[in-house]
């Protein structure tokens, strides 16, 4: 028996739809404008709030900028009583805790998403997956603690001294310390915490690779380790370094853990084994305790730098995406 509707029936119906087409064309364009304008006002917001932030921080900074310009970037003596000021021992600290978080911690992060959304069974990855997740939920209070009372100690004991012996023509492994503060702690510590973050987002990335394309490159004869170099990895390259990215800016800003363990030092050197400090961790433990108007603008010159590294390494991953982004999925 034939179920097509009679003619009369379809007519109807479209009789119907042609009738509320109007109200239901009104009501889209009504949603359509809502849409981009509550969209649009947000990313104005987001824009606005930055400025202001910019504006806050140079306004600030502006009798540094007056008095030191660039100098500031290339002396490391900081004594407030003296009004001295210069910022190239923090800066350099920041740079050499983020590498080290980054170098060990990135490597280490990847690896853990393609574990997790390629090789694990489900039930591995059900119990792992939450765990990795759970150091990132660790306050970073607690994590300085652990690295005062527990990392310090064993670095000072065995870590160090096993590096300094080996690689001490390196000016990077000098003497080790006695208190367990130092660059290498605190890049250790920031490595913990970068890990969680950068972990996520690459398994979720590599999770998001569509399942024929590694299937046909399996049937093409590639091994797992191949499918992984040549598809997988090409096709998320642009997401991993924005992962990546956002772990660094997790290093950069990083205050609390950092000046537990790196000592508070403002003098310039490549050791990490000595102490040092970091331009967040110097804002933390000095902007309520200023000495003077100067001071307070150093401290606020030293957030600029920091606003600069944050927007440039941003500008940095924009660029690497939009350069890289469309070699994703070819077999290399």
Not at 113 to 131: C, D, E, H, K, T
Not at 165 to 177: K, M, Y
Request: charged fraction near 10%.
């Amino acid at each position: 028996m034939s179920t097509t509707p009679p003619a009369g029936t379809a007519s109807l119906k479209l009789a119907r739809s042609n009738r509320q087409s109007p109200t239901r064309k009104r009501a889209d364009r009504f949603g359509d404008i809502a849409l981009f304008l509550i969209c649009a006002a947000a990313a104005a917001l987001a824009f606005v709030v930055i400025v202001l932030i910019a504006k806050e921080v140079v306004e600030g900074a502006q009798p540094a900028f007056s008095k030191f310009g660039l100098s500031f970037l290339t002396h490391s003596k900081w004594a407030p009583p003296l009004e001295e000021f210069g910022g190239k021992g923090v800066i350099l600290g920041t740079l050499i805790t983020s590498a080290i978080a980054l170098l060990i911690g990135a490597p280490v992060a990847i690896s853990i998403g393609i574990f997790l959304a390629l090789l694990a069974p489900v039930s591995v990855r059900n119990v792992i997956s939450p765990l990795v997740e759970m150091l990132a939920a660790i306050p970073s209070v607690i994590l300085g603690f652990w690295g005062l009372l527990i990392l310090g100690p064993v670095l000072v004991s065995t870590v160090e001294p096993f590096l300094h012996d080996t690689l001490g023509f390196i000016p990077l492994f000098g003497s080790p310390q006695t208190t367990g503060n130092s660059v290498f702690n605190a890049g250790l510590i920031l490595t913990i915490m970068v890990i969680p973050i950068i972990a996520s987002v690459s398994r979720d990335l590599f999770m998001a690779v569509p399942g024929e394309l590694q299937d046909g490159a399996a049937a093409l004869g590639a091994t797992r380790w191949e499918v992984i170099r040549g598809v997988v990895l090409p096709s998320t390259v642009s997401g991993v370094i924005a992962a990546c990215l956002l772990g660094l800016g997790r290093a950069l800003g990083e205050a609390i853990a950092v000046s537990q363990v790196i000592g508070a030092g403002t003098e310039a050197h490549l050791s990490l084994f000595k102490t040092g400090g970091t331009m967040a961790s110097m804002i933390a433990l000095q902007f309520n305790s200023a000495v003077n108007a100067l001071h307070t603008a150093s401290l606020y010159y030293l957030a600029a730098l920091l606003l600069v590294i944050g927007v440039a390494s941003n500008l940095l991953a924009s660029w690497i995406g939009s350069r890289f982004g469309d070699a994703g999925g070819v077999m290399r």
